[in-house]
C-alpha cells in the first residue's frame, strides 16, 4: 500500500483548516495544521511535509518569507507549496511564484480545484 502524504495547512483562518479537512480524502493524506508564520515553520522543518498550503496573511510571519526560507533550505526545499491567498493582484502571484512557490490560488476557490491541483504536483514526485 502506498504511504499517506503528509499536507500541511497553514492559515490563521480555521474556517479554511474545517473546509480542508472536509474536503480531502483522509485515506490519502496526514494532515497537520499551523494557524500562524511561526508554528509553520517549525512543523515544516519538524515534519518535512509533502506539501504546504500556505496563506500569505498570517501573524507572526508573512507567507511569503516562508516559502523563501523553505525554498532556499536544502532540507525543506524540495516541498511543494500551493501559496492559498485573499493577495489577487498579478504582482502578488508573480512575487509568489519568483519566491519559489509551486503554484499560487486566490481565495475564494473552488475545494475541487485546489484538491486537483494539490494532487497533481504530488503526482508529479
Known amino acids: 500500500m502506498e504511504r499517506k502524504k503528509k499536507l500541511l495547512i497553514a492559515d490563521d483562518n480555521e474556517h479554511i483548516h474545517n473546509l480542508l479537512i472536509n474536503f480531502l480524502p483522509i485515506d490519502e493524506f ?31 510571519a508573512d507567507g511569503r518569507d516562508i516559502c523563501k526560507k ?6 525543506t526545499e524540495n516541498i511543494k507549496i500551493i501559496m492559498l491567498t485573499g493577495k489577487v493582484e498579478q504582482h502578488d ?3 509568489g511564484l519568483e519566491l519559489g512557490a509551486d503554484d499560487y490560488i486566490p481565495k475564494p476557490c473552488s475545494l475541487s480545484y485546489l484538491v486537483r491541483k494539490i494532487k497533481n504536483l504530488l503526482d508529479k514526485e
Do not use: Q
Not at 496526514?30 to 500556505?54: K, S
Not at 523553505?70 to 532540507?75: N, R, Y
Open 93 to 95: 502571484r508573480i512575487v
Open 70 to 75: 523553505l525554498k532556499s533550505d536544502p532540507e
Open 30 to 60: 496526514d494532515i497537520i495544521h499551523a494557524y500562524d508564520g511561526e508554528e509553520t515553520l517549525e512543523l515544516a522543518e519538524e515534519e518535512l511535509p509533502d506539501l504546504i498550503v500556505l496563506d500569505i496573511m498570517m501573524p507572526f
